[in-house]
């Protein structure tokens, strides 16, 4: 509802939380709500920015990953909105439509279940041999079981050869969007050669040593993936746009297009129902925010696994 008072206004009450329980009570519970013993910080705050919430945020992730995994899994970031003056992991990510706020990076299944995350606290000082997103996709792939075949989506701020590397010596499979400037002695044709070959046309390498392709497939513009499970073959047609025309056209798509475009938004899916339904709760403590995210995505969680079952 629009506002803590509606649940128990005479125009909008709500009988399933005003007959459970008084405003003035929620009002003193939310007032008083802690997760640590304030007086027991010492120099927590210096290394752990999220220290005064980790015990609710590891009962919270605990029961995630609790959730049987699917096949296909997910890695991506959502922007969680917020404004406040003191906050130390909030960020400011231009471009974005709330640009102020903080990062939850998510694992999740094709179907939008979430089941692993972390919380990105910038400027701690931690140092990671595949980069400060890489460091991260390790620890959410490492609660996946290992040897059992599971596919990892991910996009080009975390992807890298390196990356596929490590996925591959738990054999768990790897497919990720590549920027150009990961491409280390990989030479593919540039966009304006793709173009001229027209829509639809792709190059691909083949590792010798490791079983992987990189993949360069042009649409309007060229696109860049990596794959240690899936190539070119078998290719089919996808329904395009053609602005000179005026119609939609059939283009060549290959394989590993049609996999990015199946299983790579489990986490905006997810992302899009939780901001479907914001909370608006107000307060000066930062670290509420994070319950009350955390509560939103549980409760979509649950309804998708309802809705899966």
């Known amino acids: 509802m629009p506002g803590n008072r509606s649940y128990?206004?005479?125009?909008?009450?709500?009988?399933?939380?005003?007959?459970?329980?008084?405003?003035?009570?929620?009002?003193?519970?939310?007032?008083?709500?802690?997760?640590?013993?304030?007086?027991?910080?010492?120099?927590?705050?210096?290394?752990?920015?999220?220290?005064?919430?980790?015990?609710w945020l590891d009962m919270f992730c605990k029961q995630c990953l609790e959730i049987t995994p699917e096949k296909h899994n997910s890695i991506d970031e959502q922007i969680v909105s917020f404004r406040g003056t003191y906050c130390p992991i909030r960020r400011h990510v231009k471009g974005k439509p709330h640009p102020w706020g903080w990062k939850i990076w998510g694992r999740c299944f094709s179907s939008g279940i979430l089941c692993d995350f972390?919380?990105?606290?910038?400027?701690?000082?931690?140092?990671?041999?595949?980069?400060?997103?890489?460091?991260?996709?390790?620890?959410?792939?490492?609660?996946?079981?290992?040897?059992?075949?599971?596919?990892?989506?991910?996009?080009?701020?975390?992807?890298?050869?390196?990356?596929?590397?490590?996925?591959?010596q738990r054999h768990i499979y790897f497919f990720g969007t590549l920027r150009s400037n990961h491409l280390t002695g990989c030479q593919l044709e540039d966009e304006k050669s793709l173009a001229q070959k027209g829509r639809g046309f792709c190059d691909a390498r083949v590792e010798k040593e490791e079983p992987f392709v990189i993949v360069k497939w042009y649409d309007n513009k060229s696109v860049t993936l990596i794959s240690s499970?899936?190539?070119?073959?078998?290719?089919?047609?996808?329904?395009?746009?053609?602005?000179?025309?005026?119609?939609?056209?059939?283009?060549?798509?290959?394989?590993?297009?049609?996999?990015?475009?199946?299983?790579?938004?489990?986490?905006?899916?997810?992302?899009?129902?939780?901001?479907?339904?914001?909370?608006?709760?107000?307060?000066?403590?930062?670290?509420?925010?994070?319950?009350?995210?955390?509560?939103m995505l549980g409760l979509v969680t649950a309804w998708l696994i309802y809705h899966r079952d």
């Open 8 to 55: 128990w206004e005479d125009d909008t009450r709500c009988p399933m939380v005003a007959d459970d329980m008084s405003r003035n009570r929620f009002q003193t519970l939310l007032a008083s709500l802690q997760f640590m013993d304030n007086t027991d910080s010492s120099n927590k705050h210096i290394q752990d920015k999220c220290w005064k919430s980790h015990p």
């Open 118 to 168: 972390i919380i990105y606290e910038s400027g701690t000082g931690k140092k990671y041999l595949l980069g400060m997103g890489g460091g991260d996709v390790i620890k959410l792939y490492e609660t996946l079981p290992s040897n059992q075949n599971y596919k990892v989506f991910v996009d080009n701020f975390f992807s890298s050869v390196q990356m596929e590397h490590k996925l591959l």
């Open 229 to 295: 499970y899936c190539a070119t073959e078998p290719q089919d047609k996808a329904q395009r746009w053609s602005k000179s025309g005026k119609a939609s056209v059939e283009v060549d798509r290959p394989h590993i297009m049609k996999e990015s475009n199946t299983f790579m938004g489990g986490v905006d899916l997810h992302y899009t129902c939780v901001t479907k339904y914001k909370y608006h709760i107000r307060s000066r403590r930062w670290y509420l925010y994070l319950l009350w995210q955390t509560l």
